[in-house]
């Protein structure tokens, strides 16, 4: 009988299956950076309601690297796992997602980023209450702003944060595409999320302290409209000179330039494979088996 | 002679062994779930009895992070290492474990639980007794009751917390289906217990300021009754309005919803093999062989 | 040229080569506990003399843990990598190493701890003097013996101190057996390092409150000798009411306690491979070809 | 139409690539190394000028291990990813990197960190002059030349200096040989970045205490030579009775002494593979394939 139950069970799935590609892509991108964003953020307002009390700053970062690998493993199956525009964006460039893919996928990285803020806020709403006597602020020693979305240091020029996000971002493009560069020196491919995570993890301790590492639009940008919506008002939009955009253009710009110099600096010079037909060695045929997932990579390698 | 020696040794273990499949497993659930305590509780008893000299918040969450590792790397090829009555019935739920079974594991993990906490009870015991000047207290400044099973902070409302310890053990779920899902991007198999050790690290370091993250009914309820028959008293049950009954409840939802929101927005939709006589590939060949402890993960994602 | 200047080198090497094994793996564990104790004793230096501005007491959990890890990949291939005498005794126990080889094991890793202690000296030696104010001390707070050896803490009891050695201990062989048992749920060969180094980090951060997590006799008495023989007096044997026999004995009969509960409770009804000529599989006959490494534990598998 | 601009842009890459070898190798070179002293020393600098309130020493050690790690996946497939002059000394004397490359690596190491010494320096340079009341000095509470280059503590002698420097770069040697050397037990290829990284952080938690574990000209000198034309001064290379020099002789002096303790002890005595032809196993098969990256490793286990 339980077999039976089953097999109807398994009828019922069959017709509710999303058999449109893009609608499961957007739906793996949605629950992967609404992962990303839950554990990140939620570290960020247990580490400030608790004044430091459960947590450190490198709490915080090792709970964004923790999500980063959570979210992968999530959805690298389904959608790549990019959580990220500019992933996204750079990733159309290098011809590894359609360019008609990117707002989709932009759009549901932003309302998963969305609805982990307010998930967050559910959580933490009797601390953030407690912590900001009531009052939600984004400025002053009690704010609670910036446990959604990023903001500068009081000292950190437009230039330099435009710059700290390009950088910060760049670093992260250049840093993972080797990750499965099946000519360099790849990781095993069964580890990437935990080596992407520790990458974003060395980013996040040493390119956090001017404007908190956005280095994601979508990370950035649905946190601070569920900010918006939820009762900061819209000083988080118009503060510190309207600083928003800055963690919404600069990472896009950040990421192309990382996968470019990835690309002329690095992998236009690796020697190529000798000879395509000969090449399918072991590795290259267990790949073929879920081509899927693997023809992105694929085609950046082969560029 | 060694060897001779040796095959005696060998016929009297044979006659030892335990036949029935599930007296190994109720084994194997009470020694993992009491290594996981025992490195979780001790580390707290450690932070909190040298006042944070030697070890910090992050100590603790590390240490339940590296206990989870070590539980499972321990019971799994004997249990499935569920080490949690809400993964237990997440897994009755989702037919990887049969129903029959889910009260003799929870029993088991629960008992796991209550030894370990006795056992760092006797390891810590010189140091609770300074630090609390011999007064076993729940509540204050000098309360070791915390040492052992979680109590929620001060400002936090009942309806936040049962939803704090929902969404936890949702996530928790929810982050640890797809590691060892082979239609999406699975982890290697030979490092599941790590990668799942890290998700419990980030669960730990972003959602345990409202009440500390249990998760888990059984790393709960087992430390709670030890606190009671040890001379903290009936209020380990009573104090913070009868708090106790959340993490018991709470948790065994949470579980239940991660795995339905992995099934309904990733698995479901994830191509399915093309040909499962064809699939054999190499990794399917080598799990064969160890087939008990696959079949569990199987059946999922078979589902 | 060099072709011809490397083929003598070449049969000068083979000339000083080693052939008998036992003096092979007594180099490995010299070397190796050499490498633990190196990373430990200087992290605990460089937190202490520097008042915890340049590390915190995680550091120096952290350090044991790097330092397990690179000791391990240095010479579990020549000696398997014991570098605790506790570990020994636990392996001939379980017929994996010669008894007779067990008192030469534990001299070459009290050596190598010994050395260790020495060389940390000669680095920290500026320091040590700046920070002790130029006296050795064992006692107060410019002591500077706990740097090498383990000291307990006021508040604790000898049969406490005992037990917490014991627990400790048991913990680690507990936790480290599964690891490589192929009928359980193994680690990859390749990481065994970094896994053990993960659980001798979580008893760290769990079990060092009391009297420091020795759980090694060799990494206790090393140094401590060490300490007698450079200026800290008899002091380092005779205070705390001879505590030093403590982190002698008590790992000791941790490890032998640990190693039973694993064989009593998991191995022994671990279900048989079911044919031994067929099971080999990939990994086995990968595994055959450097059996000298993998003898030990095979022979515990196969127990 | 896209496949035609596709191909169109292969061939003008054809064209770009770049032929020679060593240009690629250096190419490689500058960027990992690049890479590495971005991460750390923006670290360094996030650090200090948020005054350890977004980050502790710590995290500092992680970022430069995770710096590591990246900037080998990055070049490994290139250059080897020495990433430090005294590795590149080593495998010099370890027959495994021709002598003639010897100088354009080194030079190439400096460069790559003299330029994310300066990129640092855009990006902090706001918060640095904040920090340092905008007087970039090498002495005093307000000091930011150790953000870049290495600077021992006070009360430090050349001679601990000197030695310091030596045993942190003979013990980076000494740990990272044994990784790749397939006779004694090594780590899969696929993973070497993160265990090297494992090692650098263990000899950052407890060898930077004296003069902040450079164990890298390169990293040290580069950024140096940075401070010294962007406005610190001659004082970055006089201070100190001319501290500079350790950092660049001593860590080539430890690395070569670290390789050789490694050659002498363990290596040379390692069992032989039976049989040269016969050992081609699947792994070694898969290597050959890329044997590009590995002759340098298989030269030393040839050895």
């Avoid at 069964?190 to 995570?197: Q, S």
Wanted: proline share 5%.
């Amino acid at each position: 009988m339980p077999i039976l139950k089953m097999s109807r069970v398994k009828q019922a799935i069959k017709k509710m299956k999303v058999k449109n590609e893009l609608t499961r892509q957007i739906l793996g991108e949605i629950l992967g950076t609404f992962v990303l964003l839950l554990f990140g953020c939620a570290a960020a307002a247990q580490v400030k309601t608790s004044r430091e009390t459960k947590g450190i700053f490198l709490s915080v970062n090792m709970a964004f690297s923790v999500g980063v690998m959570s979210a992968m493993y999530l959805c690298m199956g389904v959608s790549g796992a990019h959580l990220n525009p500019a992933v996204s964006l750079s990733f159309c460039m290098l011809g590894e997602l359609a360019w008609i893919k990117l707002l989709p996928y932009t759009l549901a990285q932003i309302l998963g980023a969305y609805l982990a803020a307010g998930l967050v806020y559910l959580i933490y709403h009797d601390a953030i209450m407690e912590f900001s006597g009531g009052v939600l602020t984004v400025l002053g020693p009690n704010e609670t702003a910036s446990i959604f979305a990023t903001y500068p240091s009081d000292m950190v020029s437009m230039q330099t944060s435009f710059l700290d996000q390009v950088v910060g971002t760049a670093m992260l493009m250049l840093c993972i595409l080797p990750l499965n560069d099946q000519r360099n020196a790849p990781a095993p491919k069964g580890l990437l999320p935990p080596v992407v995570a520790t990458v974003v993890l060395g980013i996040s301790v040493s390119m956090s302290a001017n404007c908190g590492a956005a280095i994601n639009p979508a990370r950035d940008l649905g946190p601070r409209l569920f900010t918006l919506t939820a009762g900061w008002g819209t000083e988080v939009f118009t503060c510190y000179d309207y600083f928003f955009w800055i963690p919404l253009v600069a990472p896009m710009v950040g990421g192309v330039i990382g996968s470019i110099i990835y690309l002329v600096f690095i992998q236009w010079h690796l020697p190529e494979p000798e000879d395509d037909s000969e090449e399918l060695n072991d590795e290259t045929k267990a790949m073929e088996h879920n081509d899927k997932k693997d023809e992105l990579y694929y085609k950046m390698s082969a560029l």
